[in-house]
């Protein structure tokens, strides 16, 4: 999947999924959890709606 070739090549120690809003409750956190095993990236849930900062790590 794109997601995860950009986040290996990127590096990128954060990301948050976009495209899954599509997907059921059960779809969602099966791509969710498929993600962070694939790659050691920390996906954040931003489904809630509520503002999100970069950790500053």
């Known amino acids: 999947k794109e997601t995860v070739d950009f986040a290996r090549s990127v590096g990128a120690r954060h990301g948050f999924l976009i495209h899954e809003g599509l997907l059921n409750g059960r779809g969602w956190q ?13 996906f954040h849930d931003l489904r809630n709606g509520q503002p999100w900062e970069v950790p500053q790590d």
């Open 30 to 42: 099966l791509s969710f959890d498929r993600h962070q095993e694939m790659v050691p990236t920390t």
